[in-house]
């Protein structure tokens, strides 16, 4: 295969992916926007398997629609076995674009009960990493996007934009550009359009490649401690608390771990690094202090870790 050429790129990169992850060869769904990433995509994986194009109207944009129903005769004239559009309506929590996306994970997990390919490229996997920087998230937001997070599944995470970009040039497909891509309203198009550049004219370039490769060696550290975090948790379980003198007993990240995993296991949503932070302070620092508000639950109820009688546990009070 000709390393420039971009289609090829990108096929081998698919390949690559489904021969690590998806090795039984059963159809798969492939997130379609219209845009050049997953229009890109969508022709790649429409010539390896059976594919279903799922195409999400998220209805914030007069054209949404149209622009959906595009989407759709591209994804059949591609070769895609069938090709859906979900219409969602989005809700307000986290603000626009957590809201969006939130409502598009939903949608396209409910409608593909198989793997789902998302286009996410190397350029998004840098601006992810950048956004945790940035919020001060923890390790586990640094280290951004997971290639396989069964069903999402991300071949394209070691490719730039520009090559998918390039496959729709070399294939004839008019992709679709989203506004709000270049909107300087969302934090995402600010890093996207001011950051990255700067970032990369003031480092003499290689930034992308690079915080993609933070990502990888964060992930497989944070993959390692999960691991020890789900050895450990039998030994601590009161159910349906933890026991703070066994948490005390293990190495912070383990334990921190541990507690992360018991909030979210309790419904917790959005959980940051200082919430988390604030519950172990109940087993390290505990002098007979108050609970610790860690966010809502998935029911809108606002949840409080605390600690009785040396176990951590966790109520609900209305909003």
Known sequence: MDRQDPVGQLRAAVEAFATTYLVTGDQWGVALSGGPDSLALTAVAARLRPTTALIVDHGLQPESAAVAETARTQAIALGCVDAQVICVQVGNDGGPEAAARAARYAALSAYQPGPVLLAHTLDDQAETVLLGLGRGSGARSIAGMRPYDPPWCRPLLGVRRATTHAACLELGLTAWQ????????FTRARLRHEVLPLLEDTLGGGVAEALARTATALREDTE?????????????????????????????????????????????TGLTDKQIRGVDALVTAWRGQGGVAVGSDLRGERLIAGRRDGVLTLRREPV
């Open 224 to 268: 390692f401690i999960d691991t020890l975090a789900a050895q450990a948790l039998p030994g601590v379980r009161a159910d349906p608390g933890l026991q703070a003198q066994g948490l005390a007993t293990l190495p912070d990240p383990v334990r921190r771990r541990v507690i992360r995993g018991w909030l979210l296991a309790g419904g917790a």
């Open 178 to 185: 989203d506004p709000h891509n270049s909107d300087r309203r």
